[in-house]
């Protein structure tokens, strides 16, 4: 197939169209000519619809349906105003004014205010589900006159970096919620603000964006008006995809198709910086790998080295603790397990299993390559020790899924990637790792109430005092490496694929994966 140009003109879209069944507005057919980016993922675009709710994969989808007051950018440790126009906090960090902006529309055709913004700020913590932690810092949301908001603190936290989370700090319109059932925007109903809303859609597949025409931000000038994101879980068929010019926009290929794809006219393979970091959980409760000394084993098995040259050619570093190199948190002096299989045999011998000698199963979100070929390297090396692993790859919602249930049941180990909710160590601290009683994402199953407490106090001082914050969430992953809770494997760089002709990209690495359409276009 030869290399087109990267975009799929109105016949194809309507070919696309067609294919869509389930839940989804209707929408007319675009004009003549009108031209669509193509995104291929490798996973399920969305996981629940609900702006409230949705934490993970949805964040590709979610901005650009929905919008957040403020959008964080880490190259310059600023931000870009978006739902607000300006914001003031005391001297102390507890009260926050927040200018709204004027002259918004939701989705409905009604009207955005600061009361939408305290309702859906409210309506996100009284659910309590998905990232909505991270709204535990607010005392009271007040509406101080009809596009100003007050936000009182019960202790200093960076409201500013909350307001522009990934997650859980979506606007909403009021009257559509109180106008429909509970679970209405969960069915698939989008109520925002955003420059996009969706034309159609099949849960788990794929996603028609088509431009939302009373958008706040204009359609005058270059922007993208019809997008399409739809999963494509094997690796070839994203390459494919991109070679022949089908896809505007691909997401992880393996290293090998890197290289090759540099070499193809009409395909820009770019690097980028990510705060993305893939971990392995071990199973903290469940025999033999409840053992410290057992993790201490598995840990020093772990072929770091060759997993970040062999499997993703060096696009990576080995990890050191949980908190990504380049965001605050991070510890340069935090232990680093190292290869070394003689160190592995003496611990298990310690810990009473000096021929191995047990079978441990791990589960791989399927088609993700560099989770499936670490875990093969893995085994090899576990052969050496007489432990035996049973490698099992399984859609992320279905391995997610299994492994929230009794740790006597769950799997041995479990490997994924994390991203965070918003740019603070605190994203991956809570959630991964905090004592809890029901497993959302601490799929370890690690409770130490010391550690609880310190990353609980670290996440309140840095409101004040990020240094001091930062040093206690660096003591913090201390204690994880010493209890070798995980297997930190590596900080992943981002390899972009896409087409020469996809003009206005920028990669932000606070929101993971996420293309920003309104301000790309096809040239």
Same mark, same amino acid.
């Given at each position: 197939?030869?290399?087109?140009?990267?975009?799929?003109?109105?016949?194809?879209?309507?070919?696309?169209?067609?294919?869509?069944?389930?839940?989804?507005?209707?929408?007319?057919?675009?004009?003549?000519?009108?031209?669509?980016? &193509?995104?291929?993922?490798?996973?399920?675009?969305?996981?629940?619809?609900?702006?409230?709710?949705?934490?993970?994969?949805?964040?590709?989808?979610?901005?650009?349906?929905?919008?957040?007051?403020?959008?964080?950018?880490? !190259?310059? !440790?600023?931000?870009?105003?978006?739902?607000?126009?300006?914001?003031?906090?005391? *001297? !102390?960090? =507890?009260?926050?004014?927040?200018?709204?902006?004027?002259?918004?529309?939701? +989705? $409905? *055709?009604?009207?955005?205010?600061?009361?939408?913004?305290?309702?859906?700020?409210?309506?996100?913590?009284?659910?309590?589900?998905?990232?909505?932690?991270?709204?535990?810092?607010?005392?009271?949301?007040?509406? =101080?006159?009809?596009?100003?908001?007050?936000?009182?603190?019960?202790?200093?936290?960076?409201?500013?970096?909350?307001?522009?989370?990934?997650?859980?700090?979506?606007?909403?319109?009021?009257?559509?919620?109180?106008?429909?059932?509970?679970?209405?925007?969960?069915?698939?109903?989008?109520?925002?603000?955003?420059?996009?809303?969706?034309?159609?859609?099949?849960?788990?597949?794929?996603?028609?964006?088509?431009?939302?025409?009373?958008?706040?931000?204009?359609?005058?000038?270059? +922007?993208?008006?019809?997008?399409?994101?739809?999963?494509?879980?094997?690796?070839?068929?994203?390459?494919?995809? #991109?070679?022949?010019?089908?896809?505007?926009?691909?997401?992880?290929?393996?290293?090998?198709?890197?290289?090759?794809?540099?070499?193809?006219?009409?395909?820009?393979?770019?690097?980028?910086?990510?705060?993305?970091?893939?971990?392995?959980?071990?199973?903290?409760?469940?025999?033999?790998?409840?053992?410290?000394?057992?993790?201490?084993?598995?840990?020093?098995?772990?072929?770091?080295?060759?997993?970040?040259? /062999?499997? #993703?050619?060096?696009?990576?570093?080995?990890?050191?603790?949980?908190?990504?190199?380049?965001?605050?948190? /991070?510890?340069?002096?935090?232990?680093?397990?190292?290869?070394?299989? $003689?160190?592995?045999?003496?611990?298990?011998?310690?810990?009473?299993?000096?021929?191995?000698?047990?079978?441990?199963?791990?589960?791989?979100?399927?088609?993700?390559?560099?989770?499936?070929?670490? =875990?093969?390297?893995?085994?090899?090396?576990?052969?050496?020790?007489?432990?035996?692993?049973?490698?099992?790859?399984?859609?992320?919602?279905?391995?997610?899924?299994?492994?929230?249930?009794?740790?006597?049941?769950?799997?041995?180990?479990?490997?994924?990637?994390?991203?965070?909710?918003?740019?603070?160590?605190?994203?991956? =601290?809570?959630?991964?790792? +905090?004592?809890?009683?029901?497993?959302?994402?601490?799929?370890?199953?690690?409770?130490?109430?010391?550690? !609880?407490?310190?990353?609980?106090?670290?996440? #309140?001082?840095?409101?004040?005092?990020?240094?001091?914050?930062?040093?206690?969430?660096? $003591?913090?992953?201390?204690?994880?490496?010493?209890?070798?809770?995980?297997?930190?494997?590596?900080?992943?760089? &981002?390899?972009? #694929?896409?087409?020469?002709?996809?003009?206005? &990209?920028? $990669?932000?690495?606070?929101?993971?994966?996420?293309?920003?359409?309104?301000?790309?276009?096809?040239?």
């Amino acid at each position: 197939m030869k290399n087109t140009v990267a975009f799929v003109s109105v016949v194809i879209c309507v070919v696309l169209l067609s294919t869509l069944s389930g839940c989804g507005k209707k929408a007319e057919t675009p004009s003549g000519g009108e031209k669509i980016v &193509y995104y291929a993922t490798n996973s399920e675009p969305v996981l629940d619809w609900d702006p409230s709710v949705e934490f993970s994969n949805g964040i590709i989808v979610m901005h650009n349906l929905y919008e957040t007051l403020l959008r964080y950018l880490p !190259d310059t !440790d600023s931000f870009e105003y978006v739902l607000a126009t300006g914001y003031e906090k005391s *001297g !102390d960090g =507890l009260n926050w004014t927040i200018d709204i902006r004027q002259g918004v529309k939701f +989705h $409905d *055709g009604t009207d955005m205010d600061a009361e939408a913004v305290k309702f859906s700020f409210d309506r996100t913590i009284e659910k309590g589900e998905g990232a909505a932690f991270i709204w535990d810092p607010v005392d009271q949301i007040t509406v =101080l006159d009809k596009y100003k908001l007050g936000i009182t603190l019960r202790y200093a936290a960076p409201l500013d970096l909350i307001l522009a989370s990934g997650y859980a700090a979506f606007v909403m319109s009021p009257t559509a919620v109180r106008n429909n059932p509970e679970d209405w925007l969960s069915q698939g109903n989008v109520a925002g603000t955003g420059p996009y809303r969706v034309r159609s859609f099949v849960m788990g597949e794929e996603v028609v964006f088509e431009a939302f025409p009373d958008y706040w931000g204009g359609w005058e000038g270059n +922007h993208t008006r019809l997008a399409y994101i739809k999963k494509v879980p094997e690796t070839a068929s994203r390459r494919q995809l #991109i070679e022949s010019g089908e896809a505007t926009f691909i997401l992880y290929v393996t290293p090998e198709d890197h290289a090759a794809l540099r070499q193809k006219e009409g395909i820009t393979v770019t690097q980028a910086k990510s705060f993305q970091n893939l971990i392995l959980f071990l199973n903290n409760q469940k025999p033999p790998v409840n053992n410290v000394l057992v993790r201490q084993a598995l840990s020093y098995a772990f072929p770091y080295s060759d997993i970040i040259e /062999h499997v #993703i050619s060096g696009e990576a570093t080995q990890s050191r603790g949980v908190i990504p190199d380049g965001l605050w948190g /991070h510890g340069d002096d935090v232990f680093q397990y190292q290869y070394d299989l $003689d160190k592995a045999r003496a611990l298990l011998a310690e810990a009473g299993y000096p021929e191995g000698g047990f079978t441990l199963t791990a589960t791989y979100m399927a088609g993700e390559e560099p989770e499936r070929r670490s =875990l093969e390297l893995y085994k090899s090396e576990l052969d050496k020790l007489g432990i035996t692993l049973d490698i099992r790859g399984m859609p992320w919602d279905s391995q997610w899924e299994a492994a929230k249930v009794n740790p006597a049941s769950a799997q041995d180990m479990l490997i994924m990637y994390w991203w965070p909710d918003y740019a603070s160590p605190y994203s991956w =601290l809570i959630n991964l790792f +905090h004592s809890e009683d029901t497993p959302m994402y601490n799929l370890g199953y690690y409770y130490n109430p010391v550690f !609880d407490e310190l990353i609980d106090e670290g996440n #309140i001082i840095s409101g004040t005092d990020r240094a001091l914050g930062a040093k206690m969430f660096i $003591d913090a992953q201390k204690i994880l490496m010493e209890d070798a809770a995980i297997i930190p494997v590596y900080d992943q760089q &981002y390899v972009r #694929i896409y087409r020469n002709n996809f003009k206005g &990209y920028v $990669d932000n690495p606070s929101y993971p994966n996420v293309v920003f359409f309104y301000d790309t276009y096809i040239e």
